[in-house]
């Protein structure tokens, strides 16, 4: 499939189970197309992004002992999935003249998405809450809509939105585990080590891009949108081991530890 068709897919299709459903065949990038910027992601009216105060706040982890509560992690989490998904989409064809390597590898990193979405829809309805019976928030896309480049979004999805999961994925892992719940341990523990690889991915890509005089963390923090700042990349805990699995070197570690002072983020 050509990569342009697969992320038109993604954001034209307002049927959630069709952005998320598997390929089996190939991607191809022979007809990138003209750069086209898309306002909003198309959404069955259940999922349309709802008024910033509308969507339920993430429950505290004391409480996942509810089932309830933790069906409504998932739904969070399943939402905040799906926008990463369509934020990538929505960078294929905003961005058609990126090099066709980073493209591919886009791609794919969509596919991780998708899976991750499909496992927190699956495991919210299980506890008790179909996908979409709550509001959602734009978070992930409104942040996305300031990228104007390929290293805007490097430095703002993966290492940033998904540098911080590499924290809270452990986070929420342990909160599953100490409320007896196995099966959404597992999802987290899976969606870890994807975030990993994701992150890899971000930093191999913004080294190979951006100017070969400037660090990376000059490279990360020029190319950061505010509100969004390094502390953000950093959940209510630091794991350097992730940090160090993803290929960031020392010094960028301890430039991240010292943004965080003064949050929680």
């Given amino acids: 499939m050509e990569l342009r068709t697969f992320a038109e897919t993604v954001l034209r299709s307002p049927v959630c189970m069709e952005k998320l459903a598997p390929l089996r065949e190939e991607f191809t990038d022979r007809e990138p197309g003209v750069a086209e910027r898309w306002e909003l992601p198309a959404r069955e009216e259940r999922l349309v992004f709802g008024a910033r105060r509308a969507a ?3 429950p ?3 409480r996942f002992g509810e089932p309830k509560q933790r069906a409504i992690a998932h739904h969070i989490m399943a939402n905040h999935e799906l926008q990463a998904l369509e934020v990538m989409a929505w960078v294929l064809l905003t961005f058609p003249e990126a090099p066709t390597e980073f493209r591919l590898g886009l791609a794919h990193v969509i596919q991780d998405e998708q899976r991750h979405t499909r496992m927190h829809i699956e495991r919210g309805k299980s506890l008790g809450v179909e ?3 709550l509001p959602v928030n734009c978070h992930i896309w409104r942040h996305a809509m300031a990228f104007t480049s390929v290293l805007d979004y490097l430095a703002g999805l993966p290492l940033t939105f ?3 999961n590499l924290d809270h994925s452990l986070e929420f892992e342990q909160a599953f585990l100490a409320a007896g719940d196995v099966k959404s341990a597992a999802i987290m523990r899976r969606i870890h080590e994807d975030e990993i690889e994701h992150v890899r991915f971000g930093l191999e890509w913004l080294r190979k891009l951006k100017p070969e005089a400037m660090s990376d963390w000059e490279a990360y923090e020029r190319h950061l949108h505010f509100p969004l700042r390094p502390g953000k990349s950093i959940g209510h805990t630091f794991d350097e081991a992730s940090r160090l699995a993803t ?6 570690i301890e430039r991240l530890k010292g943004s965080a002072k003064g949050f929680p983020v």
């Fill in 56 to 58: 339920p706040a993430m």
């Fill in 60 to 62: 505290p982890l004391v």
């Fill in 131 to 133: 996908f979409g019976s």
């Fill in 162 to 164: 998904e540098g911080c």
């Fill in 247 to 252: 290929g960031m070197d020392a010094e960028f």
